[in-house]
């Protein structure tokens, strides 16, 4: 029996900390101003969305992810290489993302955050990461990708669970 | 002192009555598939995300709405001439979608609907609405929008309030 994979550490998603992967998109820190008459807020231009090579375009599309619970094993993560991926979260729940820097042809140091408070991310082209991970029930993400002809999905699975999420942060 | 305007009757959001002004965005009735080996059903480009005209390209916001309550008076709609405005609620609550019927140079006929169970909108190019009218609380939305150079708003104020919606429908 093979021994347990290494824990994979989960932090609190931050701007900062997520930076190297993506766009956070979240209200608080975001340039904002008022329209309407002042009856609105529009928290502005949340993150690049960047799908136009190849003849690519926006799709907006809903998915709907069961809920995953610890122990997580990390067998596999997949990127896009035509296009940046967003996921909103269309409930206040929390979900995991991860994540692994660019290593070459294989992906390099896998990164673990947890999305509190409705803060959705936005994966830059070409970033490694791990299908979507929901937490506690199924939940839905609004998802703002690329459609078009040209091949947009690139997988890779590890010989063996790489990592392992034992637990999660607290959340305050 | 002004009689009051006429009676703008509120109907429940369906696709069909909302076909003429863009797109309702929901999973019933959607396509739909399994991906991520069966954790996660997409429902696959949910409206059509119409930016590019004049090098335009799409943005992410989201929009913090404060509530209005009935009775509420139509007095402006505004439009985008060079690209579509999807609106995404982030929570569950009800809100009011107030569009009007193409008139020429000016607005025609007024249409209302009640958005329920987290149905979004995207209204297309050119197509006359009210500003965000959220319902009950404060409430954000995803917006999906066009940036880039050139004047993408146009609003039209009538001479007095149009109409008035004075009640809303039940939502069962």
Redesign the interface.
Known sequence: MSPDPPELVVRLLTRDAFAPFGDV?E?AG?HHYA???G?????????D?D??SEGG??????????A?ACPISIKMVERHPLGSQ?F?P?TQRPFLVVVAENGGAEPGPLHAFLSTD?QGV?YRRNVWHH??LSLEETS?F???DR?GAGQNLEEFSFNMPIAMIKSLPSMT
Do not use: M, S, Y
């Open positions: 998109i209200t975001a329209i309407n008459e009856t609105t807020e529009r928290f502005h231009d949340l993150c969305v799908v136009e375009k926006t799709l907006v599309n809903i998915f709907r992810g069961q995953w967003a909103i269309l409705g936005n299908p979507l839905d609004l998802v703002v459609g």
